[in-house]
């Protein structure tokens, strides 16, 4: 069982952890913070990559077999108080579990070999709640890996983990490449590039018909108001959209993307 | 131009437009709230519905054309200091224009005569934004209309309004039937109803395989966290679950209904 229950927000531990809500922190300590038992239980899978847990006194009786599975892993368990969870945590209703992961993403290389059928990228996604749907989606849908471009948020921002509802440790994920040299690799393993826009000059059942989603595809979104910059539109090889039957102006993106890979899931199968 | 500019929140045309951010006085008013330029844009297409415009110096510059349009259409427009605009949006950052409008919705028969092609239901959907979200998906996908059963949240809520991104205005929308009396009405007019659940028996690729979504088709979507009843799912024709090929537990109620209707429109076209 967990040591004495920590009572200040000023303990060197607490603080540490705090600061990983900050980016910068994060990627100095190549830490990061994933909250509730969903995520711990997803984190305690993936050997060496939970590194601390924080637990109140409550949700340690609650959820004794994750603390119980964290202790039997090497884990150190802190208890804390329901205050200094509440400052820790970035929900408003926090489940008193608290997990300190290292970082999971992997590098660009060790996704592309061997080929794979389906990826998705995310390029110039801002809002990080969106940023996890598409993760979350993606994971769902079956691709294999999912790349965010150094022009796009943080995958280890809490709102983006949250979004993710594990995701994150579930399929490997690439962090920060910068677009114009990651196109011509996604294309040198064999991947057809799709930009998904809704100004596309093909549409998705248009791709379906012509069997350019049975082929192995790398999927690249974009940011929520404007879309794709004009040089991914070029560089790719087709700008596929999501066709518009009623009079809705346009799609949400987690929207756009989840209808783009199930018709790519299903296409290959 | 608007007159003299309402800088009091006590004002009496302030406070009864303030109100109607309570369900219970949008009901007895039977008007709502929607805010921003595309949602004034919207409520003006349709004659009769806008009421009753707030703008604030700044936006009645920027906006001037839909400020001109509801005063050419005989709507009253209320210019408002900051502050009273701030106290009425309920958005963080409002857009300087609020509109009053009169409830849009329609009764059940006259979306069922003739029988439509697809419809959307929402049953046990509890978040204003993700039933905005459907809403918005619903109408780019297609569907002739949207329900919200009695068990579902208010179509009017603000977060709905705002998340339905002007969808709201586009197709009719159905509020409060009981959803007892609502399947056999769907069956009646031809409708195959399918309830959207992730443990369903069928998948939509096999949905999609049997020629079912070919059919009219009136899709129900349940509950964020824990889907739909069980005599809903016994009532439906088919129970239909998008599947997961990665790992991922679920999708979201936004993703998951945004396959199905997407495979909906493309199977009928």
């Not at 059928?117 to 999912?146: I, K, M, Q, W, Y």
Request: hydrophobic share 45%; charged share 20%; glycine share 8%.
């Amino acid at each position: 069982m967990a040591g004495r229950e920590l009572t200040s927000i000023r303990s060197p531990r607490v603080k540490a952890a705090r600061r990983l809500a900050k980016r910068a922190f994060r990627r100095r300590d190549r830490r990061f913070l994933a909250e509730g038992p969903q995520a711990v239980r997803e984190a305690l899978a993936l050997p060496g990559r939970l590194v601390e847990l924080f637990t109140t006194a409550e949700a340690e009786t609650r959820h004794a077999d994750l603390v119980l599975a964290a202790e039997a892993a090497g884990v150190p368990v802190l208890r804390v108080s329901g205050e200094v969870m509440a400052e820790l945590a970035q929900t408003v209703t926090p489940q008193g579990l608290l997990a300190v992961c290292e970082l999971v993403d992997v590098p660009l290389e060790s996704v592309l070999d061997p080929a794979p059928r389906l990826v998705t990228v995310l390029a110039h996604v801002r809002d990080p709640g969106n940023a996890g749907t598409v993760l979350r989606t993606a994971d769902a849908a079956g691709a294999e890996s999912v790349i965010f471009t150094d022009a796009s948020v943080d995958p280890y921002n809490g709102k983006c983990v949250r979004a993710s509802a594990g995701s994150l440790f579930h399929l490997p994920v690439v962090a920060g490449p910068r677009i114009g040299a990651l196109i011509p690799a996604l294309r040198a393993c064999g991947l057809t590039v799709l930009a998904a826009d809704g100004g596309g000059d093909t549409t998705l059942d248009d791709a379906i018909d012509k069997g350019l989603l049975s082929r192995p595809t790398a999927w690249i979104f974009g940011n929520e108001a404007w879309g794709l910059p004009a040089e991914i539109l070029e560089a790719a090889d087709e700008v596929v959209g999501v066709p518009i039957y009623g009079r809705a102006e346009s799609l949400n993106l987690g929207t756009a993307a989840a209808v783009c890979l199930y018709a790519s899931a299903r296409a290959q199968r």
